[in-house]
């Protein structure tokens, strides 16, 4: 099975989120950018996560910070679907052990890529 959709696919599906993620919310919720519409991480991010050992997928959790903002939250998985996550203990002690978790992305709002060609930002 292929995983790779056309830009037609993505940008209707993009787009669409774009054009009702608010009202999607409970009116209390809206216009509080809840929900995002994009993130961006760094590749150096992503090839942390994809080096963790054993790893043969990502997988995407979302989560929500205090202010109720939405986040994606990126860790490996093994080939039998395993979380590979670090030790509880690990960042409390300063651990190197492996495993990962990715978030701390550049969300869109507020920083939003400014190509004004960009067919996902335009629905």
Wanted: charged share 20%; glycine share 4%; proline share 7%.
């Amino acid at each position: 099975m292929t995983h790779e959709i056309t830009l037609a696919e993505a940008t209707a599906m993009i787009n669409r989120y774009a054009t009702n993620r608010e009202t999607i919310l409970a009116p209390t919720h809206q216009n509080q950018d809840i929900l995002a519409i994009s993130e961006t991480l760094p590749r150096q991010a992503i090839e942390s996560l994809l080096q963790v050992t054993g790893c043969s997928q990502m997988r995407i959790y979302y989560g929500m910070d205090e202010g109720l903002k939405v986040h994606a939250i990126l860790v490996a998985v093994d080939a039998a679907g395993k979380n590979l996550l670090p030790p509880a203990t690990a960042y409390l002690n300063g651990s190197e052990d492996d495993g990962v978790i990715i978030e701390r992305a550049i969300r869109c709002p507020p920083l939003c890529p400014d190509d004004a060609d960009n067919p996902f930002m335009n629905p």
